[in-house]
């Protein structure tokens, strides 16, 4: 079974100099729901939405051209892909003659896919449209400013999640400051996370002293929303659930995991921090 351990994070690499989809390497999921209690069947739907920067690849007569790529991994997939065999995997394209753009964007869903173990979605973004892309914020209200004393810093303690027995409501709230930590690296991984639900109110300073917990947490960016999600969903109890992170570029990629108690299409925000 594929450990993060066995991957090349961490890793001194040598580039590839062509087209290599062995490069991508899986993680089963299950690895990290196990500590969720979460088996096969999931409490949440979602999506893990990629945004890729370092896009290239040759014409047929050897002229490089670049694109944005955009990639939505189902969290139902028994695979994620570890980040850095993802970039790797991306680079080999850089000096690979391909005959049109379609044919590329269709050899990118099929490798994920492949390596996934479900559909993944591949949209590029060529330079005319560049002109379209802008940055955004997160809709909700930022709880950033809450007075709160934060003296815990991991592992994430779900004890500080409290609502109220009697205060209904509907309402989305948003923090910038959850960090947590490659589990193989320990280099720090930054987001901003958005939380939309309905049930009993959440209070905003356990929710805060909840989200800072993290900050020295070791778990992959799809594991800590999920750990999330089924915290508060534990701990709150809300009828309705949507957790997402939008985490800050490393290597060329960003990674945003969504879950969600009811289906739904996340939308995908490009944050200042992006």
Known sequence: MNTPHDSALGRETS?????DPTLLFPIPRAQGRSSLG????LPFHGVDIWNGYELSWLEPLGKPRIALARFIIPAHSPNLIESKSFKLYLGSFAATPMPDVETLRACLEGDLSAVAGAP???ELVLPDQFATEHIEHLAGECIDDAPV?????GPPQSDFLVASDDDETTETLV??????????TGQPDWASVQIDY????IDRAGLLRYLVSFRDHSEFHEQCVERIFCDISARCAPQRLAVCARYTRRGGLDIN???????????NP?????
């Open 15 to 19: 580039y590839p100099h062509g087209y």
């Open 38 to 41: 979460l088996g096969e069947t």
């Open 120 to 122: 993944v979605s591949v």
């Open 149 to 153: 004393v934060v003296s815990h810093y």
């Open 175 to 184: 923090s910038h400051l959850l960090k947590s930590n490659c589990p193989v």
């Open 198 to 201: 309905t049930g009993p109110r």
């Open 257 to 267: 995991p969504w879950r969600s108690n009811v289906p739904g299409s996340p939308s």
């Open 270 to 274: 490009r944050l200042a921090r992006q």
